[in-house]
Structure formats: structure tokens, C-alpha cells
């Protein structure tokens, strides 16, 4: 992952330039973006993605929940992959609504996995634990997010 430089007087442009990638991926316009925040201006998130002025606290978490991801992602200076887009949206999906507790496990155990770089033997193991149990956990899974996106 690259990162980008930060100062104070970055958080516009980092924020701007975020909102701008989620925006295109979540396939909708600056007028569409502009609309289902609140904005009246037509020009309002052409300013906002360039730089030219930030959003209140409100209205980042009310275009995080828009764009699908947390808030953070869009406060991050490290650029976002188009894989790392749909990981953050996915994890958003099954967290959106109370779960079941060995999903929550599951998914902090790859989330672990994953910022720590470790090897897949520990994922293997929970996996086969739930498995064990009779949990179908691809299954589950690929239900919880299907349910949750319809």
C-alpha cells in the first residue's frame, strides 16, 4: 500500500480525493453523491473532491455510509485498491446489523491475519473449528451478504 505525504493542510485534498475514488467505484455522479448528502449546489462535491473545501463531521459519516465503507476509509491518506474497496464494503455488510458471534470471530481472525501477514495456518484452524460444529462457514458467509445487499 502506498501512502500518501500528509500535513494539516492536506486533510481536504486526502478527504476530497477519497470521497472522489469511492464515488466512481460506487458507480454514481457528483450530482447523485451531491443529492443524497443534502448539498443544493450542483458544484458543491466537485469542490469538496478537489480540495477546495471539507465536510462537516455529519455529513463524512452520512458519505461513508453512502459510498458503503467506514468512515476512516475516507479520512485515510493511504490509497485504496479497488480489492481493498470491496473488503471494506463486505466487512461494513456483515457488520451493519448484529451477527452471529463465530462470524465476528472468523472475521477478526482474518482481519489479524491480514495486518499482521501471517500464514493461513490459524484462519485453516478456526475455519475447521466452525466446521466442526456444523457451521457451513462459506456458506454463512455468502448468505449474510447476499441477505444484506438485497
Do not use: W
Not at 475514488?21 to 450542483?42: D, H, M, N, P, V
Not at 469538496?48 to 467506514?70: C, D, F, P, W
Amino acid at each position: 500500500m502506498k501512502q500518501m505525504t500528509v500535513n494539516k493542510y492536506d486533510f481536504k485534498k486526502i478527504l476530497g480525493q477519497n470521497i472522489k475514488i469511492l464515488r466512481k467505484k460506487a458507480g454514481l455522479s457528483q450530482l447523485e453523491l451531491g443529492e443524497k448528502l443534502g448539498f443544493t449546489s450542483s458544484g458543491t462535491i466537485s469542490l469538496i473532491e478537489r480540495g477546495a473545501t471539507g465536510l462537516k463531521v455529519e455529513k463524512i459519516y452520512k458519505a461513508s455510509h453512502i459510498l458503503g465503507v467506514h468512515p476512516i476509509v475516507l479520512l485515510s491518506p493511504i490509497e485504496i485498491s479497488d480489492d481493498q474497496v470491496e473488503i471494506y464494503r463486505n466487512i461494513m455488510t456483515i457488520f451493519s446489523e448484529p451477527t452471529d458471534p463465530h462470524i465476528i470471530g472468523l472475521v477478526k481472525t482474518v482481519l489479524e491475519l491480514a495486518a499482521n501477514n501471517t500464514s493461513l495456518t490459524k484462519l485453516h484452524r478456526k475455519i475447521q473449528e466452525l466446521e466442526s460444529m456444523g457451521i457451513n462457514v462459506e456458506g454463512l458467509i455468502d448468505g449474510i451478504i447476499q441477505s444484506k445487499k438485497t
